[in-house]
């Protein structure tokens, strides 16, 4: 059975689908890892189990037959919110606000569907439909933790006649195109994806790893990751008034990116592939390594579909953001570490995939070809390294 091999080999990214896809039979539950996993409390019939894989984004991405190291690329800038609170705000630039903003105020959608913190606790995410700019405002920034956003998706899509705008990393936006895929009724519901750049979802104990950095062992009642500045603080506040700050390179660069989940590790689709727009760090580089120095927020953004650039174009036009185009070569400037896992990840799945007797199916994300664009000696590290980890 594939679901059962894929959580016993600990890929499953928790994001909930099982559950909604079957919830008289399954449950995600957070585990003592502090991952979502499913629990099922009767055992799945084939057809069950088949279904299941055929949804699940940490077994099947299906790419768009693009080329080149960067998925498909209609049109290529950088950008931030025009709004100065919100480009403050936001975990880059803000443009990801400004654009679901946009399509909200000028009722291009009736919602957006995207991740936040659950009101009244300071670690734990859920799926939120956002309706109006405060909203969205709300659940701007980046929460570098897990979140079962799916156990509810299809009671959502069933129960009213609203459209919407997807925010999310990449293996949800490829969660959301199996939905589609598999459930045509509810295409036109989706109208637009837009993925955020994504290196890794740490656990919620990397969170708690994080702010106990601190000399207080209580619970904060409030917690983000980065923004109000880019990158910004990470910063645990507390009801009587402490906080506790953490810089980029001391929280991502030292706790949370190193507490991924071995899915995470193997990832074929960091740079949102599947969706509309993706949009991430517009890092300056120093050196061809990204400077982390404290900024005006600046995001990268890659319109990958028609109405992906139309909605940049629309969004700019109206003022909402601010953009100038940028060089194909900025790309591998400004992300070296997505450029790199590009041409690595197919090493890091060799062993992984006989392991797993060819669990996880990635299909048209051009992994074998950029394999072959890795230098051999990162390639043959990448290779005993993953072997080592998997077996
Ligand atoms: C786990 C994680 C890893 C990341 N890795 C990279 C990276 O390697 N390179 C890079 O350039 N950028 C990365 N980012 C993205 C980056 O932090 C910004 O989100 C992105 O640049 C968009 O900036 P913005 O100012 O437009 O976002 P904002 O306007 O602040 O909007 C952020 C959006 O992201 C959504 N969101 C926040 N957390 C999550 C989550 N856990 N899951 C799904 N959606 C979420 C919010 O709902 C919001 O809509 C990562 C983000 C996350 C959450
Ligand atoms: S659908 Fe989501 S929660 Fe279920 S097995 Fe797949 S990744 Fe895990
Ligand atoms: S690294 Fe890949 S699999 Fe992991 S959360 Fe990000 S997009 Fe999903």
Known sequence: MKIKRLIDYNLCLGCGLCQSIYPSKCEILLDKDGFYKPVFRENLTYREDKHISELC??????????SGSWGDILYLCEGWSKDRDIRHKA???GVTTSLAIYLIENKIVDGILQVGVIKNNYLLNELKQSSSRDDIIQNAQSRYAPAALFKNILEILESNNKTYAFIGKPCDIAAIKNIT?????YQHKIKYCISIFCAGMPSYNATIKAWRQSDYNDAPVKLKYRGDGWPGLFKAEWKDGRSFTLNYNESWGKILGRELGLRCKMCPDGIGML??????????????????????GRCFVIART?????LIKMASSDNYIEEQPLALDSIAKSQPYQAQRRKLTLWR???LQIKTRFLLRFKNLNI???GFK???ISAFKTLIGSTRRVF
């Open 57 to 66: 984004p940490a077994i099947q991405i299906r790419g768009n037959k693009h």
């Open 91 to 93: 975990a880059s630039g």
């Open 181 to 185: 895929t598999k459930y045509p009724e």
């Open 275 to 296: 969706a509309d727009i993706s949009i991430g760090d517009s890092w300056s580089t120093k050196d061809g390594f990204p400077d982390f120095s404290e900024q005006e």
């Open 306 to 310: 028609e109405k992906g650039k139309d």
């Open 349 to 351: 799945l060799i062993p």
């Open 368 to 370: 074998i070809r950029l």
């Open 374 to 376: 890795a230098d051999l």
